[in-house]
């Protein structure tokens, strides 16, 4: 060994040290009738005595049949009380086997520590005596992951896949090892961190987030209560072997060049905020296994399954699905069937290379007097040499580069030249806010972070990985001289499947997820896009809506970009409007609906000059939120020979329909807002809502079946990043997308959106849909706005209508001294009107001054907030303190403004 | 499953409820024999006598093949004794002429404050019912007068507890008449906002579920089952609307929830000092006492999805319409 040897072995303590076995006193979690000893010889041929949770009897004596084994593997210092759930939730037919490796747990205490070499040894031996038998998956944790892939890769014949929870199986040399190991490896604090006090075993359970019961942290320490009997504790941490002569380097680098062999399915569950397994070994694994499914948590810490014991489920579903893809007549992968569809691929087109792309208008580019202009072919020749000065800066194909840059021409050049190298491009939404943009790139991990000066501080901020390239000022300019001297040759065939893109979605709740299209999806999207709206030569827009108009170039349409914060729609004036409408003679004008609500707001500033030229463009399209019909008849009082459409879609399928809302449309019995038709080549199919609520399996298209909606199209996601659950969850069945929203199709096939999924009511006569309620109790005179909310326990849940009446509106409230957002019952006659027309059975009315708004949507209503206000006030947490809670709590500014 | 209607006794016919049993199973086929201490003049066969009494309580039920047991001392103020010897001794005479004669069925009517501890109840089932726990004289008697019923069912005796929840309608001198007679006295105080949902049930409704227990006895036997309207309003909205509807003037003062207890608190001290002296009348109807501020501070909503399947019965008449009823009733 070439850490210094400090264990003196003392035989003669042996008997005391070495209690074999599962203490009497029973152990949160753990059923003792897994626990068994079981005899086996060691590497070296020596009997020792093994404590191993095992459910193998317990099947057996059922006579149940063993479709599959799971044999897991603890790390240092855990013991197999790690497994307690796995064996606890193991469905039928499945054995787990849950060691506690030799001087560990309740096994035998040994005179003298084990490499990782013996420690395989030792695995097989005792798997060998156990008569495991039948397809096996390794389950491993910490240091437990190289002696099960040691032990995977001695059993090539039996391993049907490897399950990989916070782990390593390469220790580089030149890289730093873990700060928190090298400490606990210093020759003059192993032994008291590790061994002669319980600072090691105490400072693991500590570590979780949140918390563990102290009870479950005293389980884990249970059998390490002596400095004997945590010897193998300090020496498994000398055993890491980050010494390039270490005696078990060997052993370890074996591993780790096999594991790349390893063709088997494999799960990475990872917690990032892991002081000793970060995500750079997440990012080593997955270089060994790329075909792994990984279940990323973020927040989660060393412990994973500790921390989110949803972890356990998702690997038996994860283990579920690998016996049913086995079985014959398996669902062929879903990409094969989204093979077909239009594409246009996303390189700059160059067909009329004279023709002007981009025209920038405003602070970012150049100035309203003297915008920047750039034509197809200069964009062409730009992208491909930035292409070139990226490659020269270490970016190759399928990597992922975060793109932290304003919309403009800079943005345009710098996403094009990221495809044209067959690289990822990662985009996160400014509007997620810092903290969660900074948490969203951190996880996409990328390899590099190309953005302003400003971006880039912030990603050194949040941790965001990655090398940077500064594109700020001249930066940009001087990586595109720098590739046009050089003659890096740049890939030629690209596959289509392979990642083009992960883009950031706007959830409201949790952490944002990522979702990953591939280049074909990208593509198929360009297509819809361009077949759906019609964009033909000859068209050419004005791009106050970010993500459109990115595809300008590939479409060959040119595109101003207004003097306007594009990051802030709302700053967009009329007048800067027709500017870029005029710069271009646009055809189109995408903008937001906060961008269009400026505009109306700002045209009395309009000359008569752009007055004309605002009556020039065909089509607004708007997006990114339900656009009300007034606003767009408002713009098309301004933009006098426009038609107006508002598509529907979300991130992981855009667009999915598309409406004009100033139609005059047949209306609906059930109500919710129409959305349109399904756009050409995508398909909607309704998953019905049952009583308590939960949407079908099987989808239908019944006109007025209310479910949850669900699309499928050729430009829908390949997969949300490193979400495997989420994405089992969201892609069923295989090749949809459940979008989480809840409507109907009516009989003519057009589909209207009732709410989220998440907002349905389940009451006692089934379940409730917020809009259609909404809109009824909208219709009544006098009513600013109307929320729904239910209150009570879910499938008895009741409904409350929560109003702001129009004298209660904001300041008139605030100057006749009314608490902001104070509450009361609605009066009775008011009561009375809402429940003549809700159509459900209402419970309560109350009436507030606003509405909560989410933090990330400003237009969203808040409606878990409300629903926790009105259970506060109508389940009496109460009388005395209703109205000191509710100021108390609502310190967020006044906004009212609904969905 | 459903059973042809047979004989049945109906105690407490006097009451708003029992009365409203006793016409609703003679109108479905029963042949309804009622119990009670005065004659009542009304469309069935009587049996005079006092529920105290085990001789007439035999003679009521001897010859029947149900019983449904209203009968029970309800006011909120009273000596334990005098609870216990009405309502669980009363209940106990019950089964045991039941017994004597063989078996039959028994509904034996309860109330939601059984298991209630004072705190809010949100979409609840029907809790086990707790003597040591329940509020008051009133609901502890009743308690232990349910768990004697539910014990009571085996082979010979079908037995069930149905607990309605705060039961009005026209003719009710409990819930409607106090709330009527205090706001015309200016008396009548809501309890902190007024906002707390509460379940209530019109008796149409009530007499309903309970001749469905007595039909569905096999679905329903063993088992404790709340019934209320399903439709929790506001109590402030609730009675606001009883008021508007007996032509009363709508409560305008608002007592603090916590205040409102000690006056409770307050009050039953009294009224048991009062009643302790020899010669002074009883006082039977105080201003508020602590159970009535607790039912009108807390929320108190059930959930009915197992009743309604257990019983197969819907409230038909909605509070709106009851409200309307009781209006036409108070010719307001």
């Not at chain 1, 044999?71 to 506690?100: C, E, F, K, M």
């Not at chain 2, 001789?55 to 004794?81: I, N, P, T, Y």
């Not at chain 2, 003037?249 to 929830?257: M, Q, T």
Request: aromatic fraction near 4%; charge should be neutral.
């Amino acid at each position: 060994m070439a850490a210094p040897r400090q264990r003196i072995h003392d035989p003669a303590r042996r008997s005391a040290v070495d209690a074999v076995g599962l203490p009497r006193r029973p152990l949160p979690g753990l059923d003792p009738a897994w626990s068994r000893v079981v005899l086996a010889p060691d590497a070296e041929g020596l009997t020792r005595r093994w404590h191993v949770l095992d459910n193998g009897p317990l099947l057996a004596r059922a006579e149940g049949e063993v479709q599959g084994t799971v044999l897991a593997v603890h790390g240092n210092p855990t013991w197999s009380y790690l497994w307690r759930r796995i064996l606890d939730q193991a469905p039928t037919g499945w054995r787990v086997i849950a060691v506690d490796q030799l001087g560990m747990g309740w096994s035998e205490r040994t005179e003298s520590p084990r490499t990782l070499a013996q420690r395989v040894a030792d695995l097989s031996s005792l798997t060998e005596r156990l008569g495991v038998s039948g397809p096996v998956v390794t389950l491993a944790h910490d240091w437990g992951g190289p002696i099960s892939l040691g032990w995977a890769l001695r059993h090539r014949d039996q391993l049907a896949g490897v399950v990989l929870t916070n782990t390593a199986v390469h220790q580089p040399v030149e890289h730093a090892a873990p700060a928190v190991i090298r400490l606990a490896r210093a020759p003059m604090l192993l032994a008291r961190v590790c061994r002669s006090t319980p600072a090691f075993v105490r400072g693991t359970t500590a570590l979780s987030v949140p918390p563990l019961p102290r009870e479950v942290r005293d389980a884990f320490a249970a059998p390490y209560t002596t400095a004997d009997r945590r010897s193998a504790v300090a020496d498994f941490v000398r055993d890491i072997p980050f010494e390039p002569d270490h005696p078990s380097r060997a052993a370890l680098d074996e591993i780790a060049a096999g594991t790349a062999t390893l063709d088997v399915p494999a799960l990475l569950l990872w917690g990032p905020r892991d002081p000793v397994f970060s995500e750079r070994y997440l990012e080593d694994l997955l270089r060994r296994l790329p075909h792994a499914d990984v279940q990323r948590y973020p927040g989660a810490s060393h412990l994973v399954l500790e921390d989110r014991p949803e972890g356990v489920g998702v690997i038996w579903g994860w283990l579920e699905d690998l016996l049913d893809d086995a079985a014959p007549g398996a669902p062929e992968h879903p990409s094969a069937a989204r093979a077909s569809g239009a594409r246009v691929p996303i390189r700059v087109d160059t067909s009329r290379p004279e023709d002007v792309a981009v025209v920038e208008l405003g602070s970012s580019g150049g100035t309203a007097a003297a915008p920047r202009r750039v034509t197809f072919g200069e964009l062409d020749t730009r992208v491909d040499a930035l292409a070139r000065g990226l490659a020269a800066r270490g970016v190759r194909p399928g990597d992922r580069v975060a793109v932290l840059v304003p919309p403009g021409v800079d943005l345009t050049t710098v996403v094009y030249a990221v495809w044209r190298l067959g690289a990822v491009v990662v985009i996160a939404d400014a509007g997620l806010g810092l903290g969660r943009l900074g948490a969203a790139l951190a996880g996409a991990r990328p390899a590099h972070v190309i953005g302003i000066d400003r971006a880039l501080a912030l990603a050194a901020l949040t941790r965001v990985p990655g090398a940077r390239l500064r594109v700020g000022g001249d930066a940009l300019d001087e990586l595109v001289a720098d590739g046009a001297r050089t003659g890096t040759a740049l890939p030629t065939d690209l596959p289509e499947d392979a990642d083009g893109a992960v883009l950031f979605t706007s959830g409201a709740t949790g952490p944002p997820k990522g979702v990953v299209y591939t280049r074909r999806g990208l593509a198929a999207q360009v297509a819809l896009l361009r077949d759906t709206f019609g964009f033909g030569p000859g068209e050419r827009f004005v791009a106050a809506f970010a993500p459109f108009a990115l595809y300008g170039p590939a479409l060959g349409l040119p595109s101003a970009v207004p003097d306007m914060d594009v990051t802030a729609p709302h700053t967009l004036t009329a007048a800067a409007l027709a500017d870029a409408v005029a710069a271009v003679d646009a055809t189109m004008v995408f903008a937001a609906p906060a961008a269009l609500r400026n505009v109306v707001a700002t045209a009395d500033d309009l000359t008569p000059a752009q007055r004309q030229v605002l009556a020039g463009p065909r089509l607004v399209l708007s997006a990114g939120a339900p656009v009300p019909a007034e606003l767009l008849r408002a713009v098309r009082a301004i933009l006098t020979g426009a038609q107006t459409q508002t598509p529907y879609g979300m991130t992981e399928a855009l667009p999915v329909a598309t409406h004009d809302p100033t139609t005059p449309g047949r209306d609906d019995d059930r109500g919710g807002v129409c959305v349109g038709r399904p756009v050409p080549g995508v398909e909607v199919g309704i998953a019905v809502l049952d009583d308590a609520g939960v949407p079908a399996e099987e989808l239908g298209t019944a006109p007025g079946a209310v479910g949850e909606i669900v699309v499928r199209g050729p430009h829908v996601k390949d997969r949300y990043d490193r979400q495997w659950a989420a994405q089992r969850g969201s892609a069923r069945p295989a090749g949809w997308h459940r979008t989480g929203d809840v409507g109907h199709l009516d009989d003519e096939g057009r589909l209207w959106v009732e709410g989220r999924l998440a907002h349905v009511l389940t009451t006692a006569d089934g379940p409730v849909t917020p809009y259609p309620v909404e809109d009824r109790v909208r219709e009544l005179p006098g009513l600013a706005d109307a929320a729904v909310v239910g209150v009570g326990p879910g499938g008895a849940e009741l409904v409350v209508l929560v109003l702001v009446p129009e004298e209660r509106g904001g300041l008139l409230a605030r100057v006749r001294g009314a608490a902001p957002g104070s509450g009361a019952l609605a009066p009775p006659d008011l009561a009375g009107r809402v429940r003549a027309v809700a159509g459900v059975p209402v419970a309560a009315v109350l009436v507030r001054d606003w509405l909560p708004v989410d933090v990330r949507h400003a237009s969203k209503v808040d409606r878990a907030a409300l629903a926790d206000w009105a259970d506060g006030i109508l389940h009496g947490r109460g009388g005395r303190t209703v109205t000191g809670w509710v100021t108390g709590r609502s310190r967020r500014a006044p906004r009212t403004r609904s969905r | 499953m459903t059973t042809r209607p047979g004989r049945v006794l109906v105690t407490g016919a006097s009451g708003m409820l029992g009365g409203a049993v006793a016409d609703l199973l003679a109108d479905r086929g029963w042949d309804v024999t009622v119990m009670q201490r005065r004659t009542a003049g009304g469309r069935h066969r009587e049996v005079l006598g006092d529920i105290r009494d085990g001789e007439a309580v035999s003679r009521a039920v001897s010859g029947q093949d149900a019983v449904a047991h209203l009968a029970a001392k309800v006011d909120v103020v009273g000596s334990w004794r005098d609870f216990v010897d009405v309502n669980v001794r009363g209940t106990r005479r019950v089964i045991e002429a039941l017994r004597a004669q063989g078996g039959g069925r028994l509904v034996q009517v309860s109330s939601p404050s059984v298991a209630h501890t004072g705190r809010s109840l949100v979409g609840a089932g029907a809790g086990p019912a707790s003597p040591m726990r329940a509020r008051g004289h009133y609901a502890r008697t009743k308690a232990a007068a349910e768990l004697f019923a539910l014990e009571a069912d085996d082979g010979a005796l079908a037995s069930t507890a149905i607990r309605p929840h705060l039961v009005w309608g026209p003719g009710d001198t409990q819930l409607v008449g106090r709330i009527a007679e205090r706001a015309r006295q200016g008396r009548l105080a809501l309890v902190g906002a007024g906002t707390v949902l509460v379940d209530t049930t019109y008796v149409d409704n009530a007499a309903e579920a309970i001749a469905a227990a007595l039909e569905r006895i096999e679905h329903a036997r063993g088992q404790a089952l709340v019934v209320t309207n399903g439709e929790p309003r506001p109590i402030g909205e609730l009675v606001a609307g009883i008021c508007h509807a007996v032509g009363a003037p709508a409560p305008r003062l608002h007592l603090p929830s916590p205040l409102a207890w000690t006056l409770g608190a307050a009050v039953e001290g009294v009224v048991a000092a009062a009643q302790a002296l020899p010669g002074l009348p009883p006082i039977t109807q105080p201003p508020m006492t602590r159970f009535l501020a607790e039912q009108l501070s807390s929320a108190h909503w059930f959930d009915q999805r197992h009743t309604r399947e257990t019983l197969d019965w819907a409230p038909r008449v909605g509070i709106d319409e009851g409200l309307e009823r009781l209006a036409a009733a108070a010719g307001t």
